[in-house]
């Protein structure tokens, strides 16, 4: 009876992600798509799941594990409902990226190891490029683009957020 339990249990935990598997017809050459939808649907990539994918497609779980960590896209570790994306590359960097980090960081309490808010509202990320120089610097919350940023600008727009939450 225990084991019964216990398997219905794990088939309510990993329903979404079989029926993800079933829409890419169980097919391992569709690794990429079904983790991404994967992680679309848990904002990252839970270790028990990507064993779960791994039993579920036939195929090795270090072949799953390779592809979730080679790909800078696919996450780990949970992320926040609205990941902040900072650029740090050349054009950003010159015109002063850091001190909008830092501000970030202070108000968000984060540090270099924690990127992520005890709520789970923020992820805090700072990026190589993102292909926007000349609305350096600049930051991305989830899909947003934000130009010419500055830290009292940036910190007014995790400040709406989080009215808009209701959290302030």
């Given at each position: 009876m225990i084991s019964q339990n216990v398997e219905a249990?794990?088939?309510?935990?990993?329903?979404k992600v079989c029926q993800i598997?079933?829409?890419?017809?169980?097919?391992?050459?569709?690794l990429i798509p079904i983790l991404q939808q994967v992680q679309h649907e848990y904002r990252y990539l839970p270790e028990e799941v990507l064993a779960y994918v791994a039993?579920?497609?036939?195929?090795?779980?270090?072949?799953?594990?390779?592809?979730?960590?080679?790909y800078a896209h696919f996450a780990l570790?949970?992320?926040?409902?609205?990941?902040?994306?900072?650029?740090?590359?050349?054009?950003?960097?010159?015109?002063?990226?850091?001190?909008?980090?830092?501000?970030?960081?202070?108000?968000?309490?984060?540090d270099e190891k924690r990127k992520t808010t005890q709520d789970m509202l923020f992820t805090l990320e700072t990026v190589s490029c993102l292909g926007a120089c000349g609305l350096a610097p600049v930051m991305v919350i989830n899909d947003e683009v934000h130009g010419q940023m500055a830290p009292d600008t940036a910190v007014a727009l995790v400040n709406e957020i989080i009215a808009k939450e209701g959290k302030a």
């Amino acid at each position: 009876m225990i084991s019964q339990n216990v398997e219905a249990s794990s088939l309510r935990k990993f329903e979404k992600v079989c029926q993800i598997i079933e829409s890419n017809g169980s097919n391992p050459g569709k690794l990429i798509p079904i983790l991404q939808q994967v992680q679309h649907e848990y904002r990252y990539l839970p270790e028990e799941v990507l064993a779960y994918v791994a039993t579920a497609l036939g195929i090795p779980p270090a072949r799953v594990y390779g592809v979730a960590t080679f790909y800078a896209h696919f996450a780990l570790e949970p992320k926040g409902k609205y990941v902040i994306k900072l650029c740090d590359g050349t054009a950003c960097h010159v015109k002063r990226s850091i001190p909008i980090l830092n501000a970030l960081r202070e108000r968000l309490s984060l540090d270099e190891k924690r990127k992520t808010t005890q709520d789970m509202l923020f992820t805090l990320e700072t990026v190589s490029c993102l292909g926007a120089c000349g609305l350096a610097p600049v930051m991305v919350i989830n899909d947003e683009v934000h130009g010419q940023m500055a830290p009292d600008t940036a910190v007014a727009l995790v400040n709406e957020i989080i009215a808009k939450e209701g959290k302030a």
